[in-house]
Each structure stands twice: as C-alpha cells, then as structure tokens.
T-cell receptor, first 113, second 118 residues
Framework: SQELEQSPQSLIVQEGKNLTINCTSS?????LYWYKQKYGEGLIFLMM?????EEKSHEKITAKLDEKKQQSSLHITASQPSHAGIYLC?????????????FGSGTQLTVLP | DVKVTQSSRYLVKRTGEKVFLECVQD?????MFWYRQDPGLGLRLIYF???????EKGDIPEGYSVSREKKERFSLILESASTNQTSMYLC?????????????????FGPGTRLLVL
C-alpha cells in the first residue's frame, strides 16, 4: 500500500522565517493534496498538484511536486503566527475504489511571535 | 464554497452506548467519507460512500457502521461505544468537481467531532 511520510513531525520557527515541509511517497504520486488543520478543527484544502515539476502558490505558501512525482514540498515564506497549525499531505490511492485519499501523519508548525 | 457540517463539535458518551455522528454537505457531492484522527496515526479511513445507500469499508471499519439514506447526509454509528473509540472524527465529501481548477478527488472536510468515551 502507498505510504506518505512527512518531515519534520514538528517545527518551531520565529515569525518572519522561511520554512519547508516535505512529503515523501514510496510510490509514484498521481495527485498530491496539501491541507492545513488548526488545532481541534477540520482540514482546510490548500493546493493540489498533479504533474511532475508542477508548482503552485497561494499567498506566501508554495507547493512543488518533483519531476519523479514521489516527493512534494510545502514552503512558507516570511512565516506569520496565522500559519501555525498542522499541515497534512494526502495522495490519491492507487488501489481500491477510485477517489480515495491516503494521508501523511502531519507536521505541526508553531510560529513564535 | 463547499460546506460540510457535523452535528456536534464535542460529545461525551459512556461505554456501551450507541452513538450517532451526522455529516451533511451542501455541494451535491456523490462521495462522502468518515475518518478518525489520532495522535501519531494521522487520518484513517473508516467507511466511505459513493452513492445513496452504497457504502464501502475503509481501513478500520470494525466497531462502526454507516448509513446514507440521502445524498447530502452520511451518518457514522458506533453500535456499542468503547474507550478505544475516543478520537477526533472527521467527515469529508468530494466529486464531482465544481471548479475546473480542482480535481474531483479533492475532499472537503467538516469541522470534526471530538468524541470522548468514558
């Protein structure tokens, strides 16, 4: 089965610093999703990547999918306290019924003011 | 905007009680999902449904059942709650895509229900 590994598990940065979160798959990714979760709440969809080498940005968050489509990175520029939360990557499952996603275990981000 | 709502944000139940968690989406989505989220284990799929009255087991269906009588509503049932079912429960929906920029697999989540079983 496909597994997604996220690193680091947790991250503490000073406000204004840049940071990167990684999501690595044991198999080729056919659809990689990034979500953000504030503590005790649901997941908010951020971005979806499909093509090798694809890059998308939303405000100060940029997500990339490598050419081999086995790793994605999420980069935050000039972090702010509002960026704090848990970031999860999800990928389309290759087996089973269509349209299921499998998720990584998340990266907890703390931004110190 | 897609809206997925869950019946309760917090719930406290006793061991052996029957528990109903409800999820409603307003986007006419065909697929609906129930996950549980536990520290260190991430999101795990319990059950999902791809049409009214259709359901399929996910990775951890034991101890749970589901019901989908109407397209917009998907219920998760704990027949006899146990302490190891204390968790955060998240509902999601997807398909078809409403925005051409998104994939049909994009799942939209509710706010979650934090269940404590004593």
């Amino acid at each position: 089965s496909q597994e997604l590994e996220q690193s680091p598990q947790s991250l503490i940065v000073q406000e204004g610093k840049n940071l990167t979160i990684n999501c690595t798959s044991s198999k080729t990714l056919y659809g990689l999703y990034w979500y953000k979760q504030k503590y005790g709440e649901g997941l908010i969809f951020l971005m979806m990547l499909q093509k090798g080498g694809e890059e998308k940005s939303h405000e100060k968050i940029t997500a990339k999918l490598d050419e081999k489509k086995q790793q994605s990175s999420l980069h935050i520029t000039a972090s702010q306290p509002s960026h704090a939360g848990i970031y999860l990557c999800g990928a389309r499952r290759l087996s089973g019924s269509a349209r299921q996603l499998t998720f990584g275990s998340g990266t907890q981000l703390t931004v110190l003011p | 905007d897609v809206k997925v709502t869950q019946s309760s944000r917090y719930l406290v139940k006793r061991t052996g009680e029957k528990v109903f968690l409800e999820c409603v989406q307003d986007m006419d989505h065909e697929n609906m999902f129930w996950y549980r989220q536990d520290p260190g284990l991430g999101l795990r799929l319990i059950y999902f449904s791809y049409d009214v009255k259709m359901k399929e087991k996910g990775d951890i269906p034991e101890g749970y059942s589901v019901s989908r009588e109407k397209k917009e509503r998907f219920s998760l049932i704990l027949e006899s709650a146990s302490t190891n079912q204390t968790s955060m429960y998240l509902c999601a929906s997807s398909w078809p895509r409403r925005d051409r920029r998104q994939s049909g697999e994009t799942q939209y989540f509710g706010p979650g229900t934090r269940l404590l079983v004593l």
